[in-house]
Nanobody
Framework: QVQLVESGGGLVQAGGSLRLSCAAS????????MGWYRQAPGKQRESVAV????????????NYADSVKGRFTISRDNAKNTVYLQMNSLKPEDTAVYYC?????????????????WGQGTQVTVSS
């Protein structure tokens, strides 16, 4: 149905920056929410930053985890069905596998079929 491909993870020193990208493809009718989650070893997956929009693609809202406010910025290119996460002033506690998520309506297997898709995850490691 809808596939997500992430890129941009890696190893960086504390205080550094990384930019993650996530491109959605497939039977997309609409993307109503697209964003980033992360899971550190031994911890539950948590929301990092999510953008929402209406069925026409008009901007809705952006929500950030308190721990990343002021340091991370999420943005979206609707024409490319791509979302980005600019991560600045990285801290060791930001170390995790970062997952992209997209939710919306697909054109198959039936019109307006809901989807909730995840990427494969990309590792972000911040050294102290």
């Amino acid at each position: 149905q809808v596939q997500l491909v992430e890129s941009g993870g890696g190893l960086v020193q504390a205080g550094g920056s990384l930019r993650l990208s996530c491109a959605a493809s497939g039977s997309i009718f609409s993307i109503n929410a697209m964003g980033w989650y992360r899971q550190a070893p031994g911890k539950q997956r948590e929301s990092v930053a999510v953008m929402t929009s209406d069925i026409a693609g008009n901007y809705g809202s952006t929500n950030y985890a308190d721990s990343v406010k002021g340091r991370f910025t999420i943005s979206r290119d609707n024409a490319k069905n791509t979302v980005y996460l600019q991560m600045n002033s990285l801290k060791p506690e930001d170390t995790a596998v970062y997952y992209c998520n997209a939710r919306g309506l697909a054109t198959s297997p039936i019109p307006y079929n809901p989807y909730d898709s995840w990427g494969q995850g990309t590792q972000v490691t911040v050294s102290s």
